[in-house]
Structures are given as C-alpha cells and as structure tokens.
C-alpha cells in the first residue's frame, strides 16, 4: 500500500455521463497531480494542486475539471464523456521538501471504461 | 520546457542476461531524474532518482542507472534479469530551474515494456 488512495478502482459509464474520481494522498502531502494513462497518449499530466490551490494545468479539457478539499484529499470530474476518455487515471502525492528526493508516490489508479 | 524521450517501446531479454533501457532528456538548468516501474494493473512505483552527485545511482531490486550529462541521458541497468522484472517501466524528468508558471511536476516518457524471457 502506497498511502495514496483511489476510489473507485472501476468505473464503467455511458458517453455522455458525468463521473467523479476521488484521491487521497498519502498523510503529510499538501501536493496531489492527476494524471492520465491511456495506450496511445502515454501518461499525461492533467492537473496539479497544492494545499487546496491549483498549481498547474497540463493536457487537461475543459470538460473536466478538479478541486482539492481542507482535508487535502482531490476529486477529478469527468463530464460529457466520450469514448476517448477511457483511461486509467492516476492520483500522484508529494510533500513539497521531498519532491525533489522521491519524486512521487501513486495511487493504483482508476480505470474508467465509456461505453 | 522540460521533456524525456524512451526510444524503445519495447525490450526483450533473456534471464539471466543483462537489460538496458535507454533514456534521454531536456531540461533548461539541471535535471532530477526519475525511474518507475508499473505492473499490470497497479500504480508506479518508484525505483530509483538522480538529483546529484555518483552518476551512478543504486536503486531498489538491483537496478541501478547511470547520468551522463554530456550525452543528456539516464539509462536503467540491471546485471542480471530475473523474469519478474518484467514490466512497463517509465523515466521521468523535472527541471531544477523553475522560474514562474514553469512547471513543477514530473514529465514522464512513454514507457518501454521489459520481457525477460526464461
């Protein structure tokens, strides 16, 4: 067990749908990032925040959008789903003084299937 | 901006031998370098850094990788493969110079497949 928590581990959805993933990093990280996994784009990254404050936008839609709680755990929704969405999605935590030492621990992801 | 470039999609090993997965990069200032390791359905799970320092870094499961800042690269080693080194494996990069609106998160490769064969 990393300590970083992904729920629901599956998801499985009609085009169109609106979806939401939940993390929780691991205790003492203020920084969680999603990222996207998919075959033919690889792993891109979506979005980062930092002790509730957004940080950093990477290749993320419009159509999705994140926030992240007092409690520091993150959800990233997914709206008007299409095909191409489907994907595993990964939750990444850091404590800012350790990034530059251990990089990231992740989550086990969740993998959304659009039918 | 920063990038990392696996060239191989693919490697293919007998056990026993040793592997090689290559790894090259771009950064502005100096680079904090990164290894993963993802198996089926799981999430990444680190393997070894360089921030500075022995080019030469020693990392979990006998893995080591060697910097070579002249050739911009960070090659994952291993002397000897075991079968259950097999997995999708992912180098990652982060520039130490951030300056404002520059990144701070990792940029990964696209990951290369190790098969160790028996």
């Known amino acids: 067990d990393s300590g970083v928590t992904q729920t629901p581990k599956h998801l499985i959805t009609a085009t169109g749908q609106r979806v939401t993933l939940r993390c929780s990093p691991r205790?003492?990280?203020?920084?969680v990032y999603w990222y996207q996994q998919s075959l033919d784009q690889g792993l891109q990254f979506l979005i980062q925040?930092?002790?509730?404050?957004?940080?950093a936008k990477g290749n993320i839609l419009e159509r999705f959008s994140a926030q992240q709680f007092p409690d520091l755990h993150s959800e990233l929704n997914l709206s008007s789903l299409e095909l191409g969405d489907s994907a595993l999605y990964f939750c990444?935590?850091?404590?800012?003084?350790?990034?530059?030492?251990?990089?990231?621990?992740f989550g086990s992801g969740t993998r959304l299937t659009v039918v | 901006a920063q990038s990392v470039a696996q060239p191989e999609d693919q490697v293919n090993v007998a056990e026993g031998n040793p592997l090689t997965v290559k790894c090259t990069y771009s950064?502005?200032?100096?680079?904090?370098l990164f290894w993963y390791v993802q198996y089926p359905n799981r999430g990444l799970q680190f393997l070894l850094k360089?921030?500075?320092?022995?080019?030469l870094v020693k990392g979990s499961y006998g893995f080591e990788a060697e910097f070579n800042k002249s050739q911009t690269s960070f090659h994952l080693k291993k002397p000897s493969a075991l079968v259950s080194d097999s997995a999708l494996y992912f180098c990652?990069?982060?520039?130490?110079?951030?300056?404002?609106?520059?990144?701070?998160?990792?940029?990964f490769g696209s990951g290369t497949q190790l098969t160790v064969l028996p």
């Open positions: 990444a935590s850091s404590a800012k003084e350790k990034l530059a030492n251990y990089g990231y621990t």
């Open positions: 205790s003492g990280d203020l920084s």
């Open positions: 925040y930092y002790n509730g404050e957004e940080r």
């Open positions: 950064v502005s200032g100096n680079p904090y």
């Open positions: 360089y921030i500075t320092g022995d080019n």
């Open positions: 990652a990069v982060r520039d130490s110079l951030l300056s404002s609106g520059s990144a701070r998160q990792l940029t």
